[in-house]
């Protein structure tokens, strides 16, 4: 999919954290958001020079303002104009607060916002507002319905931890029913308030993985994962099992591909204050945008380079044959190891022939379902649907 984007130039998302401010506290924030703004963060000034050097990265370059809630920023049509206006694909994620009013989604639209990103934790008020601790659930279906009423793709974001995998078949209708283009599936990582959720078990994860390739062959709307690139390995051995006549001419491609995006591989993230991140689940800054182009540092950072060599990763997935197309979460790793070369603990893929160390399990809460059984979280939400 992305195979014309050189990865070691340019990222293929370039994440901008406009705020930290907003006027939810869900339990998963990886930001920690508070309700007022940061006094350090990025000016109109220093906000509209990021955007300048990031066209620099070449046509078309994808940017998404991100928080907190970008909406607190009360400049923030001034900075989308800005960007479109540079020729970048601007797009953004903004709370489910009643602030995302239709006027206000429609002025993001003729400002020049291309897409809109939205979250969904639970298909119902009750599930979703219950993850979240907030009330949200109401005023980002409406949200939705107003980005439908403006023609503007509209992408759906869900977290997977042992509080939401149930929900799953039923978010993926409400998905559906919402006319999404995209189904953005977040797996968890410990960081920010995060840390107080339970993962599932990576034999659990493979399963959900599986499932996911069911839907995106099924459903009208796009699937990616977040934090979960061994889903690319996943659909690679599953076209692998359908046509065995082409296995050895698939593995052969999936050694080979550097298709593969994660942290600092086709990603960066720059934070409120300017640090410039592999991503915003990897907080290990490689410089500020008010020292240094944002351009030099994903180019040129020794923490950028040394997560764009996949040969360079350890234990199990520098051994792995997909390491290439997939390469594991880079954030998972840093944050369960400290070491962000370090193996994913939530792959339980194990490369033939490997025989040295194995990453520490996720701990997770007992579960009376198996956990390696797609079809428990299809009976568990009630869905009539079988993918």
Known sequence: MFDHIDTDRRPVVLIWEVTQACELACRHCRANAQPARHPDELTTAEGKRLLED??????????VLSGGDPLTRPDLLELVEHG????????????????????????LADAGVRRMALSLDGATAVTHDAFRGEESFADTIAAAAATA??????????????????????????VRDLGAVLWSVFFLVPVGRGRVLDPIAPDRAEAVMEWLQTVSESEPF???????????????????????????????????????????????????????????????SAGNVRDRSVVDVYRNADLFENLR???????????????????????????????????????????????????????????????????????????????
């Open 54 to 63: 990031a066209a620099e990265f070449g046509e078309n370059q994808l940017v």
């Open 84 to 107: 479109d206006d540079l020729g970048l694909r601007m797009t953004i994620t903004p709370s489910g607060t009643r602030s995302l009013s239709p006027d206000r989604v429609a002025d």
């Open 149 to 174: 009423d403006e023609e503007l793709p509209l992408q759906i974001n869900t977290t997977v931890c042992a509080d939401t995998v149930e929900e799953l078949p039923a978010i993926r209708d409400r």
């Open 222 to 284: 796009g699937v990616k994962t977040t934090e979960a690139p061994f889903y690319r390995r996943v659909g690679l051995q599953l076209a692998v099992d359908t046509d065995e006549a082409n296995a050895d001419e698939a593995n052969a491609e999936a050694s080979s591909r550097r298709t593969g995006i994660t942290a600092g591989r086709g990603f960066a993230f720059v934070s409120h204050t300017g640090e410039v991140f592999p991503s915003g689940f990897l907080p290990e």
């Open 309 to 387: 060599d996949p040969d360079a990763y350890r234990g199990k997935c520098g051994a792995c044959e997909f390491r290439h197309v997939c390469g594991g979460s880079r954030s998972r790793a840093y944050a369960t190891t400290g070491d962000p070369l370090a193996s994913d603990p939530l792959c339980p893929y194990v490369p033939e022939g490997y025989d040295g160390p194995l990453p520490e399990t996720i701990a997770t809460p007992s579960d009376p379902s198996d956990p390696s059984d797609p079809s428990d979280s299809e009976s568990a939400s009630g869905s009539a649907r079988s993918d």
